[in-house]
């Protein structure tokens, strides 16, 4: 059912005021659609309004979020067959299968009907921990392509990753003294839960030198140093491939982390959302299938698996899970299409297969050209994607420019940023969004922008940074 | 972008342990989708698998959750041809327009490609609050029901209630000493929120002998005790149409709430989710063009507006729907669909009108005789239902009953809801899980099942209601 709910003040003297409300919500950052995001915003409907005019470029490019169908990265043909089909079942009746055979192939015909027999209507609330046929293609998958078996009772499907994420750290944080390793730089989806749940980052700090590798002793370190000051820390989040920094793991790596949590009885969060955008795969262990690359992140769709955690714990997730009743159905088929694309000798598969190995090598070719750009510029160094779709390059500012952004009340890699997009239209976010090691300035930029823009846009970029560098050298 | 997400515990002593985790979530309780849902699904799954053999009934009926579309509510045509089309654009491409006009209304056509302009693609992330092309349609949808202004800027879309009600709350909830002023019986996404974010609910009963109406001098006794304890109490949630009561306000209960929340400095929550379902519209303020019937609830979709909310608190509430990125695109597309049917002129209005009707007059033709036959049972009472698509009979039970339960550890309702679903099939939630005042018994019942299923769903209920109190009778 869809709501409609109010919340009203009437009085003169406000009840909730910034003063008044949740101190933790206040302290929260999410920098990823802050205030960089909402001034791209204003210039995107200003030049709806009146014209690129004033404006120096005629768009506004959102390299700022991982937002591939934004910039017009084609959906996959099938999986927006098989959903569309979901949608409207009465395509499927006798009287209409002429026309609809001519528009759609047997294959997404079969599979739409398959999942209408398990779902029912995608219009009606699920099992709060989704499909159960759903998440038995889910386990399938894992199984298939870690060689270790899973369990659908302990995957839950949710609305999108932050969803999970933040049941699964309010369950954890138990207390306002709960410490959690978290990488730096990271996504600050991490930082900002912590904040709201008033929990305590314990940062471990990748080694951009090392290619932004993480390395063991740090996370001893770390965690000596946080259980030192009395913090319960109680578990680990990697990310990987890096987000913002987009780094892959190596299997060794891999299993120096498991080892550490096993030792030093810590909870492992693996959040390995974009692991099948791999750039570099002989060396790093995903396989090289690359389902990730189906850029529907509109759907909030998709899972999380328990492994090695206690079934009392697991029923306390499940009704976390029933507060919000369902993850939406139509998130959930595209989990399900995920999981199981058209397979070799399917009528579908030679179409897949070309979209994909299009998306995947357009992609690939993309952020070796913006890190290539990157590095040729004055100061700036930026380490190849080994995944992911970001490129996050360190920028040495001038001590002027450094000055005058403090003067205004900005980090100097936010008065960069917004210095950028004001003369390029171009939105990144800056590396503070991520945290970073003091003293160092970052940017991250997806590498999305659709390949026919790209000369244009690296131009557009370089020209700015030549002349932001004349205007603050020394 | 779906994600993957791991949560691993790899030690023998579990770090994630019933004693260890958040205590505010085990304190949750969460009825609705508890003890008698999971039971229902065992029955569901042992039917599947065995046959009905063992049980005395074919199927498990869910009347334990208000999910129209799972007990084969027709979704309405309109809105499945323009979800559809926005799934596949490739749809409305030149070369398959003739097939597309034979199996799609024109009109249909035109809103998708409406809607497709202004959001590009469904698999794309949207504005945090929504599509802004959406909330204007909200606000202009609200301003014409209600006549009176609405900001787009003040109007969130969310995935569900569940997520809209949750960031208000967190966000009111600022320390441990805050108060919210709950309606019992209440809808306990309320009370487990509350739980949850460690505030203190401040119960207001409705008066079960005057309809379950809301009397002003029950909220202003309940205020001045909580106050009197030094609660700080900054909020009064109203539900209208009544969850689990069905009940509506008149348009001078509302005037009063109104100034009863001025006066005692309240912020208002009102959650009027079901406001289309009403089934005596003469008397009640709502308007009847009965948008709620469309039974979408897998979507999860739906707004909140804030009035009279300051600019710098619904910042704070974009934060935090920042953190989520964006409700899902389809449910958003849902609600602009919800608040712009078909109009009198355009050439789905008709079939539009009349699956409108045909649900509506279904449902309140289903409710009279669910409430006719529950009067008719030996010790049980039941209101007409004025909105929603819930009954809230009240039972009186034996206290041989009510002992037996005890000694197994049950509440007597409970007792009572799990012997009907294990003798019926009929799953409905026990009052005890929307609270009740102490010493009566109730149950929810929706009154979903498909009409000519309704004949055999009464007589099953009442085989079983005999044959309890036989069983039980002093």
Redesign the interface.
């Known amino acids: 059912?869809?709501?409609?709910?109010?919340?009203?003040?009437?009085?003169h003297?406000?009840?909730?005021?910034?003063e008044?409300?949740?101190?933790h919500?206040?302290k929260?950052e999410?920098a990823?659609?802050?205030e960089l995001a909402i001034r791209a915003?204003e210039i995107k409907e200003e030049i709806a309004k009146n014209g690129p005019g004033k404006f120096g470029f005629e768009t506004v490019v959102n390299c700022n979020?991982?937002?591939?169908?934004?910039l017009f990265q084609r959906?996959i043909?099938f999986f927006?067959?098989v959903?569309?089909?979901t949608?409207?079942p009465?395509?499927l009746l006798p009287e209409?299968r002429n026309?609809?055979n001519?528009?759609f192939p047997l294959d997404a015909i079969e599979r739409a009907q398959l999942l209408l027999k398990q779902i029912?209507?995608?219009?009606?609330?699920?099992?709060?921990q989704g499909i159960p046929y759903i998440r038995r293609n889910v386990a399938k998958f894992i199984e298939e392509r870690d060689g270790y078996p899973s369990n659908p009772d302990n995957i839950f499907l949710t609305?999108?990753?932050?969803?999970?994420?933040?049941s699964?750290l309010?369950?954890?944080?138990?207390h306002s003294n709960v410490g959690i390793m978290i990488p730096i730089p990271q996504y600050p989806?991490y930082s900002?839960?912590l904040s709201?749940f008033d929990a305590k980052p314990v940062p471990y700090y990748l080694d951009e030198d090392e290619n932004w590798s993480l390395d063991i002793t740090q996370l001893t370190s770390s965690l000596a140093t946080a259980r030192d000051k009395g913090l319960d820390v109680?578990?680990l989040v990697i990310i990987n491939p890096g987000n913002p920094t987009g780094q892959c793991l190596t299997e060794q790596n891999m299993r120096e982390i498991?080892d550490f949590?096993?030792q030093q009885?810590?909870?492992?969060?693996?959040?390995?959302?974009?692991?099948t955008n791999i750039y570099q795969p002989a060396e790093r262990p995903f396989h090289s299938f690359k389902k990730?690359m189906?850029?529907?992140?509109?759907?909030?769709?998709?899972?999380?698996?328990?492994?090695?955690?206690?079934k009392?714990?697991i029923d306390?997730l499940y009704?976390?899970a029933?507060?919000?009743?369902?993850?939406?159905?139509?998130?959930q088929i595209?989990?399900d299409l995920?999981v199981r694309p058209p397979k070799r000798g399917d009528k579908s598969h030679p179409l897949y297969q070309k979209e994909i190995n299009r998306i995947y090598e357009s992609l690939r070719r993309r952020s070796l050209k913006l890190s290539s750009v990157f590095n040729s510029m004055e100061g700036v160094s930026c380490k190849d994607a080994q995944g992911s779709m970001y490129l996050f390059p360190r920028i040495n500012l001038p001590p002027k420019a450094i000055k005058v952004a403090r003067e205004v009340g900005k980090q100097p890699d936010e008065f960069y940023c917004l210095a950028m997009l004001n003369a390029t239209g171009v939105c990144v976010v800056p590396g503070s969004g991520f945290h970073q090691e003091d003293g160092t300035w970052h940017f991250r930029s997806t590498f999305l922008p659709p390949e026919e823009l790209f000369d244009g846009f690296c131009q557009r970029l370089e020209k700015f940074h030549k002349e932001f560098l004349a205007k603050y050298r020394d």
Chains 1, 2 share one sequence.
């Open positions: 059912m869809l709501f409609d709910f109010k919340l009203v003040e009437t009085t003297s406000k009840i909730l005021t910034f008044t409300i949740n101190p919500i206040k929260v999410y990823v659609r802050g915003e979020i991982g937002n591939p169908q934004q959906s043909t927006r067959q959903a569309c089909l949608e409207y009465d395509l209409n026309n609809v001519t528009l029912g209507s995608v219009g009606a609330y699920s099992h709060s609305q999108g990753a932050s969803v999970g994420v933040q699964v309010q369950l954890i944080i138990a989806l900002a839960t709201l109680r578990a498991i949590c096993h009885h810590l909870v492992l969060l693996a959040d390995e959302v974009y692991q990730g189906i850029g529907e992140c509109g759907r909030r769709g998709g899972y999380y698996e328990c492994t090695g955690i206690d009392q714990v306390q009704k976390i029933s507060i919000g009743l369902c993850p939406n159905v139509s998130g595209m989990v995920m």
